[in-house]
């Protein structure tokens, strides 16, 4: 029987799972990614977890953080989530650590391949999709492929400029870009300042947005509003027949979706002003689909 290994790499954890070429999982594991050790670490630990899943398996795919370049394997780029990841051979070293075929790509194109395949995606000749959390990545399919761009570096939605952003400072040292208002970490940081609350987490903020709380209420707002201005715009550009958003902040209610919505809505043009909007189906696994495919695609 052909298995398939599913290895999705980002700077906290690494998660692998078994995955037949017809798309049943059948297994996963997760461990912690020793981002602080070095890019050998991590390969070491992204090779462990495919052997700890307790099966051969006849190829890898790789969902990772940073700009990929489909073509070389190679890490062009990537944020200080992982020291050091920037050039590293990602395909060519865990394939010699495996000895298998390896397939690798970015983490939020696994992600939208994984829901194209089995989830809400399916069907559908152009999707953009959007991972909000840590920070905002994006990526556009295109019948069911994924449009790399130049280098590889398509879909970096967190770093349009919106004017709900204008003058926050950006992780990536741009400023008035979509991330920086409307990433997990930018809405949490919001309210901490605002409400003097130095603990608060943003799942603790969406609950007191729904109970009223006005602070709660217009930082998801802010965040919401950069998110839907940047929508809106990309929409316009590629009229894709849907829009798909994954990531943790994608959990959030109505304190934020709502104000999503209305956002994305005023700026939409009328002929794709019925583009649905709505989330993944698959929650963390999409990207360890996503990455199967990519193993499925280097099998001799």
Do not use: F
């Amino acid at each position: 029987m052909t298995l398939l290994a599913g290895v999705d790499i980002g700077g906290t954890k690494t998660s692998a799972a078994l995955i037949t070429p017809e798309g049943d999982l059948l297994d996963r594991i997760t461990l912690p990614t020793p981002a602080d050790r070095g890019p050998a670490a991590v390969l070491d630990t992204a090779a462990r977890a495919v052997t700890q899943l307790g099966r051969p398996v006849d190829a890898v795919g790789v969902g990772s953080a940073g700009v990929i370049d489909p073509r070389t394997g190679t890490v062009r780029s990537a944020t200080s989530a992982l020291p050091g990841w920037g050039g590293t051979d990602l395909r060519g070293l865990l394939s010699a650590r495996l000895g298998l075929p390896v397939g690798v790509d970015n983490d939020v194109n696994a992600h939208a391949l994984g829901e194209h395949w089995r989830g809400a995606a399916a069907g559908h000749a152009c999707v953009l999709l959007l991972t909000v959390g840590t920070g905002v990545g994006g990526c556009v399919l295109i019948d069911g492929r994924v449009h790399h761009g130049a280098g590889g570096a398509a879909g970096e939605a967190g770093h349009l400029p919106v004017p709900a952003a204008a003058g926050l400072p950006c992780p990536c040292g741009g400023h008035g870009h979509t991330e920086a208002a409307a990433s997990g970490p930018a809405m949490t940081a919001a309210y901490r300042r605002l409400a003097d609350a130095p603990d608060a987490t943003l799942p603790r903020v969406d609950s007191l947005a729904e109970k009223g709380d006005p602070v709660a209420l217009a930082v998801l707002r802010t965040g919401a509003t950069a998110l839907g201005e940047a929508i809106g715009g990309l929409v316009n550009v590629l009229a894709p027949d849907l829009v798909l958003l994954g990531g943790g902040v994608s959990r959030c209610g109505p304190a934020w979706w709502d104000p999503l919505r209305a956002t994305v809505a005023s700026h939409l043009l009328p002929a794709v002003a019925g583009t649905p909007l709505r989330a993944g189906s698959l929650g963390d696994d999409a990207a360890l689909y996503g990455a199967a495919l990519l193993g499925r695609e280097v099998l001799v």
